[in-house]
């Protein structure tokens, strides 16, 4: 198998990108600013943080490419690994940056099989995944017009099981989003539901926050979960901070999906 760091030869061999704003979708004006995603082949090194959540789930979160001033998001956005009954999964994986070492190491012990994408603007990079790991991958049946993956994913909807006992729920959000439920971790995690902009966890807003979203998420606490995980802002929450986020202020004013 090719080496997957500086000078490892995969990474010559990419699909060609397109600037694009990042995967998130909460605002129109955020998501447009810039078409496609760019190629981090050239990139300045990055820093790229690891952290270990819980027994056999961790994460990585490096800052996004495409994140520009003006963005109703934090320029780090999280990536997530867990390993469950014996099946190894990554969550809506950003690829680290070539010189980003120990992070592709950590990645090539892990040896992923499973990709499972949790909103049709988290493509980001389930092609490489599946192309270096002969992973199977799961995600919604629509995208973007102009952030297609080439690799057919296998259907996810609420309510589905996925390998590894992995369990996807409903958020209420209308955004064909799929928060991933971890049972073995105890762990809920979202792409874009909610985020913890400046450490504070909140719910993104719709114009149906109170009469769709919030009651979606209520029902998420029959879960016994301890752990709340978000793609933007500060990624690890608990218990506490979940029902605390359901009184607070939405974040961001709705402009689209």
């Known amino acids: 198998m090719p080496a997957r760091y500086p000078g490892g030869s995969a990474f010559t061999h990419r ?22 995603r760019p190629s981090r082949l050239s990139s300045p090194a990055v820093a ?17 490419p495409a994140w520009r001033e003006g963005f109703d998001w934090e320029p780090e956005v999280t990536s997530f690994a867990v390993e469950s009954r014996g099946v190894s999964v990554l969550l809506d994986p950003l690829a680290p940056p070539p010189s980003a070492r120990e992070a592709w190491e950590r990645i090539e012990a892990f040896q992923p099989r499973v990709i499972v ?22 995600g919604p ?57 400046g450490g ?17 998420l209520r029902a998420l606490l029959e879960l016994p979960f301890e752990h709340v995980l978000v793609a933007h802002g500060e990624p690890v929450h608990d218990r506490d901070d ?16």
Do not use: C
């Open 200 to 216: 504070v966890l909140r719910v993104w807003d719709t114009p149906w926050h109170e009469e769709r979203t919030l009651p979606a």
């Open 117 to 138: 994408i949790m909103k049709p603007d988290h493509v980001r990079d389930v092609d490489l995944f599946v192309r270096w790991y002969g992973a199977r991958a799961y």
């Open 48 to 64: 790229v943080e690891l952290r270990d959540v819980a027994s056999g789930l961790w994460l990585w979160r490096q800052p996004h």
């Open 15 to 36: 699909r060609a990108w397109k600037p694009k704003a990042d995967g998130n979708g909460h605002a129109r004006r955020s998501r447009r600013a810039v078409s496609g």
């Open 141 to 197: 049946q629509l995208f973007w017009r102009d952030d297609i993956p080439h690799t057919e994913l296998e259907l996810v909807q609420p309510g589905d099981e996925l390998p590894g006992g992995l369990r996807a729920q409903f958020d209420g959000r209308s955004a064909t989003e799929t928060p991933i439920y971890l049972p073995d971790q105890r762990a809920l995690v979202f792409a874009d539901a909610m985020a913890g902009m």
């Open 242 to 257: 979940f029902v605390a986020a359901l009184d607070r202020e939405p974040w961001s004013q709705y402009t689209g999906a």
